[in-house]
């Protein structure tokens, strides 16, 4: 029952993922051309919002498989919202924007005092660690391959992740997004989609390693240790 009704909430948490989806990017690039905000909420008419929706649906019907805490639930929903809002941003304008990232934090870290799979400690020390890991790869980045090999939106998206996660699953949820942005990306290339010399988002997987860890970090977790 609780799976159903989540797949529902998940179509209904779509609608308003594309709706800001459309909005942010005419808020933050073209803010002579914004229309009325409700405006931009509407029902699905690109293949885009149909994959929304139905992306938003699944995975939350999945995070429902797990036990969780009455409080855990409805929080790791909204941050699986946050993270797919992040993910159809990325893909269509190669920007993560700061009025997703930083509320987003602050919400993850006020989360942490009433989830049951974090706390504050984890959760400021998960947000210090994903930040300088991908401060670090940023800087680098930008000495050996120049400005834009990977952008600051994604430091910002590592902290955001750390301090949903914590710093018990941050270093596995920044593992999978690097290897599911190196395995799709190489794949791409085989197939000839893209050449070396695109620029690819790569704020895209880091959110998806997030959403991978919110439903099965603890299975995940659990798999490493034994």
Known sequence: MLTAVWFILGLLLGIGINGLADFLPHYRLQPALIRPFFSYFHPSRSRRDWLTLAATAVFLALLTTNTQHWLT???NTLYIAILILIIVIDLEHKLIFNQVTYPGTAV???????????SIGLALAGTAVGGFIFYVIYWFGGRLFGDG?????DVKLAMLLGAMLGFHR???GLLLGVLLG???SLLLLLARRVSRHDALPYGQYLALGGIVMLIWGQEIIAWYLA
């Open 73 to 75: 639930l409805p929080f």
């Open 108 to 118: 993850a870290l006020l989360g942490s005092f009433l989830v049951d799979d974090n």
């Open 149 to 153: 090999a990977l952008g600051f939106g």
């Open 170 to 172: 941050i270093f596995f």
């Open 182 to 184: 190196g395995l799709i």
